[in-house]
T-cell receptor
Framework: SQQGEEDPQALSIQEGENATMNCSYK?????LQWYRQNSGRGLVHLIL?????REKHSGRLRVTLDTSKKSSSLLITASRAADTASYFC???????????FGTGTRLKVLA | EPEVTQTPSHQVTQMGQEVILRCVPI?????FYWYRQILGQKVEFLVS????????KSEIFDDQFSVERPDGSNFTLKIRSTKLEDSAMYFC?????????????FGPGTRLTVL
């Protein structure tokens, strides 16, 4: 698999349910970020978690990071129709500092 | 809150034409990046730029591409002779420093359509 692979690729849930997306990566990182992208639009930064952090919260978002497994998860609680978007993780390669994006999870929240 | 801006938001061009995509990074940032995203695919790194020179580039960034910081505020990506496959969303990003936890801030993107 490639650096920054998300799963599932697509997720469809009912409004009010929780959505969990996972990201795996391969190289050492300094931090990992999650972004949201509405169809054909720009990247909206959601949350950054540093390599020495294990969990972070921001509003309805909860991100975890397991550096031993090289994986992260994004949990959106009490989802809303407006959460419908693609979600990407991005890791900064600690050797080069460029960001490597995952393939994304397409989330659809049904009203 | 300071932000990265990009112009134009949408550029339509004919195959073979030159295009210049413009970015204004956050004013005190020192590291600059271009990424692209072909429709429906993931965001891919193109090039990073620091101290007026390219610090890293991907295999996508061939001789048709060039970057420049012509003045103290703009950061541009030039594609000399566009191809159909250059159609994509192009994102600029900037970062203050190379400290471990400096994050990159992304602009809203320029959608390039090559006809």
């Amino acid at each position: 698999s490639q650096q920054g692979e998300e799963d599932p690729q697509a997720l469809s849930i009912q409004e009010g349910e929780n959505a969990t997306m996972n990201c795996s990566y391969k190289t050492s990182i300094n931090n990992l970020q999650w972004y949201r992208q509405n169809s054909g639009r720009g990247l909206v930064h959601l949350i950054l978690i540093r390599s020495n952090e294990r969990e972070k919260h921001s509003g309805r978002l909860r991100v975890t990071l397991d550096t031993s497994k090289k994986s992260s998860s994004l949990l959106i609680t009490a989802s809303r129709a407006a959460d419908t978007a693609s979600y990407f993780c991005a890791t900064d390669d600690s050797g080069t500092y460029k960001y490597i994006f995952g393939t994304g999870t397409r989330l659809k929240v049904l009203a | 809150e300071p932000e990265v801006t990009q112009t134009p938001s949408h550029q339509v061009t004919q195959m073979g034409q030159e295009v210049i995509l413009r970015c204004v990074p956050i004013s005190n940032h020192l590291y600059f990046y271009w990424y692209r995203q072909i429709l429906g695919q993931k965001v891919e790194f193109l090039v990073s730029f620091y101290n007026n020179e390219i610090s890293e580039k991907s295999e996508i960034f061939d001789d048709q591409f060039s970057v420049e910081r012509p003045d103290g505020s703009n950061f541009t990506l030039k594609i000399r002779s566009t191809k159909l496959e250059d159609s994509a969303m192009y994102f600029c990003a900037s970062k203050f420093g190379q400290k471990l936890y400096n994050e990159q801030f992304f602009g809203p993107g320029t959608r390039l359509t090559v006809l």
